[in-house]
């Protein structure tokens, strides 16, 4: 049985508070006036020199002084004009910096909420197929599908908040106003409003709570019963949850992600979803299982299971790849303004982590799991995992920041203290699963297989 160790109890408690205490930061500076804004624009102006900068000290002076005589009616005419724009930039402006700690918590809490939906679906695969590699690794998956209730939960929590405590800042068809002067958005307004969206986003959870239930329950019953009734319920269950699940990963990607580009969709999007999911869950597998080897525990874990497991990183790594490419190939090729203003957003203020994601999640795997001898060692597997996981943070990261910050974004303390937030509280859930059951499915078939599978 695994004890959950005080110091690393006590390490995820420090993680919660601190990304706690930075989270509350973030909200706290994010609050800025008009007038700081303009000023703020003005600076930034001044700082590249230009036109631009004249015009926005320009504003500046003029939202901070009273309005002068001016010498026609005509030319009254005009600066009216050039103020009114400056407001409503500034304004724009205002209101992107304001969505940075919404986004940022939104990006942490979706990240390790899909690393548990992920490890959550390999699970139902290893027992729908039967596998004999995987039962000693079961209990280090159930541990960590334990966090899929309240990670779904949180996620769907701060959607609906932005939409309400908020200012809209995550999703722009939960503003009326919006909807009322955008005719695509109002066409879409039967799938996409708050209420339905929320029953939706509780119909998934439910879902994939209750197959985490039962599936737990019928694993830790087969332990001790005499004949193989619990593995026929986890088989049976197992395979209807995967249809259940491919069908509402597909429409929550569209929800909870895309949908914060309304104007935008791409019919691979759930697929290349899964593939980010799926490859960050296994990933975490192999981290956790590493980190409980060293402790002396799974002595019945060897390099053969650590190697499967790596096989799957490095192959689901090309997977992700192959979507991803695939996605960008078909709407560049095809050229259609509307497809093509969701790249063209990304390359012009995010080229630095869209092609550094790609780096991170194929080029390193590719150079560093390729090898089999390499799959082999730990401290390679985990470089590599952490690469991996932060490759994906980021890619999560692109699909939602340029909708909602624009070109306002940074890795600063929102984005750390939210990661360090749901890290800590990641942890505490999935060491604590960990204690409630023995670390080793006694009484699974495939037991004795797994624990003898050598590549």
């Given at each position: 049985?695994?004890?959950?160790?005080?110091?690393?109890?006590?390490?995820?408690?420090?993680?919660?508070?601190?990304?706690?205490?930075?989270?509350?930061?973030?909200?706290?500076?994010?609050?800025?006036?008009?007038?700081?804004?303009?000023?703020?624009?003005?600076?930034?102006?001044?700082?590249?020199?230009?036109?631009?900068?004249?015009?926005?000290?320009?504003?500046?002076?003029?939202?901070?002084?009273?309005?002068?005589?001016?010498?026609?009616?005509?030319?009254?005419?005009?600066?009216?004009?050039?103020?009114?724009?400056?407001?409503?930039?500034?304004?724009?402006?205002?209101?992107?910096?304001?969505?940075?700690?919404?986004?940022?918590?939104?990006?942490?809490?979706?990240?390790?909420?899909?690393?548990?939906?992920?490890?959550?679906?390999?699970?139902?695969?290893?027992?729908?197929?039967?596998?004999?590699?995987?039962?000693?690794?079961?209990?280090?998956?159930?541990?960590?599908?334990?966090?899929?209730?309240?990670?779904?939960?949180?996620?769907?929590?701060?959607?609906?908040?932005?939409?309400?405590?908020?200012?809209?800042?995550?999703?722009?068809?939960?503003?009326?106003?919006?909807?009322?002067?955008?005719?695509?958005?109002?066409?879409?307004?039967?799938?996409?409003?708050?209420?339905?969206?929320?029953?939706?986003?509780?119909?998934?959870?439910?879902?994939?709570?209750?197959?985490?239930?039962?599936?737990?329950k019928f694993s830790i019953a087969q332990d001790t019963a005499e004949d193989k009734s619990n593995f026929k319920k986890s088989f049976r269950i197992s395979a209807a949850f995967l249809v259940f699940f491919?069908?509402?990963?597909?429409?929550?990607?569209?929800?909870?992600?895309?949908?914060?580009?309304?104007?935008?969709?791409?019919?691979?999007?759930?697929?290349?979803?899964?593939?980010?999911?799926?490859?960050?869950?296994?990933?975490?597998?192999?981290?956790?299982?590493?980190?409980?080897?060293?402790?002396?525990?799974?002595?019945?874990?060897?390099?053969?299971?650590?190697?499967?497991?790596?096989?799957?990183?490095?192959?689901?790594?090309?997977?992700?790849?192959?979507?991803?490419?695939?996605?960008?190939?078909?709407?560049?090729?095809?050229?259609?303004?509307?497809?093509?203003?969701?790249?063209?957003?990304?390359?012009?203020?995010?080229?630095?982590?869209?092609?550094?994601?790609?780096?991170?999640?194929?080029?390193?795997?590719?150079?560093?799991?390729?090898?089999?001898?390499?799959?082999?060692?730990?401290?390679?597997?985990?470089?590599?995992?952490?690469?991996?996981?932060?490759?994906?943070?980021?890619?999560?990261?692109?699909?939602?920041?340029?909708?909602?910050?624009?070109?306002?974004?940074?890795?600063?303390i929102p984005e750390i203290s939210s990661v360090l937030l749901f890290a800590g509280l990641f942890i505490f859930i999935v060491f604590t699963a960990l204690t409630k059951a023995p670390l080793l499915v006694?009484?699974?078939?495939?037991?004795?297989?797994?624990?003898?599978?050598?590549?």
């Amino acid at each position: 049985m695994y004890t959950f160790s005080n110091k690393l109890k006590t390490f995820s408690f420090i993680l919660m508070i601190l990304g706690a205490l930075g989270v509350g930061y973030g909200f706290m500076t994010s609050h800025k006036s008009l007038d700081e804004v303009k000023t703020m624009l003005a600076e930034e102006a001044s700082a590249h020199g230009g036109g631009h900068a004249e015009e926005a000290t320009h504003a500046v002076q003029e939202a901070q002084s009273d309005n002068h005589a001016e010498e026609s009616h005509g030319e009254e005419a005009i600066h009216a004009d050039e103020v009114h724009h400056d407001d409503a930039h500034a304004e724009h402006v205002m209101h992107q910096i304001a969505n940075r700690p919404w986004s940022a918590l939104y990006v942490a809490a979706f990240f390790f909420m899909m690393i548990a939906l992920g490890v959550l679906a390999f699970y139902a695969i290893q027992i729908a197929s039967q596998a004999g590699w995987s039962p000693v690794l079961f209990r280090v998956m159930e541990g960590i599908t334990a966090y899929v209730l309240p990670g779904t939960l949180i996620v769907l929590g701060i959607a609906a908040a932005s939409g309400t405590l908020g200012h809209y800042n995550l999703f722009i068809w939960m503003d009326p106003e919006v909807v009322a002067h955008d005719k695509l958005i109002a066409g879409k307004s039967g799938f996409l409003n708050l209420p339905w969206f929320i029953i939706r986003g509780l119909i998934f959870i439910a879902g994939w709570s209750l197959y985490r239930h039962f599936s737990r329950k019928f694993s830790i019953a087969q332990d001790t019963a005499e004949d193989k009734s619990n593995f026929k319920k986890s088989f049976r269950i197992s395979a209807a949850f995967l249809v259940f699940f491919i069908y509402t990963e597909s429409m929550m990607s569209w929800d909870w992600i895309m949908s914060v580009d309304p104007h935008w969709f791409s019919t691979l999007f759930g697929w290349y979803v899964f593939a980010s999911m799926f490859v960050s869950g296994i990933t975490v597998i192999a981290l956790i299982t590493i980190y409980l080897k060293s402790r002396n525990y799974l002595e019945f874990v060897n390099e053969n299971h650590l190697h499967d497991v790596a096989k799957f990183m490095f192959a689901f790594s090309i997977f992700w790849t192959y979507l991803w490419f695939s996605q960008f190939m078909l709407i560049w090729y095809s050229n259609i303004p509307e497809e093509v203003t969701y790249f063209v957003t990304r390359f012009q203020d995010y080229k630095l982590p869209f092609l550094g994601m790609v780096v991170m999640n194929f080029v390193f795997p590719i150079l560093m799991l390729m090898n089999a001898d390499y799959k082999r060692i730990p401290w390679f597997v985990v470089m590599a995992g952490l690469v991996i996981l932060f490759g994906h943070y980021i890619d999560i990261f692109n699909m939602i920041m340029p909708a909602t910050v624009g070109d306002r974004w940074f890795i600063g303390i929102p984005e750390i203290s939210s990661v360090l937030l749901f890290a800590g509280l990641f942890i505490f859930i999935v060491f604590t699963a960990l204690t409630k059951a023995p670390l080793l499915v006694k009484g699974y078939p495939f037991r004795k297989e797994s624990e003898e599978f050598h590549y």
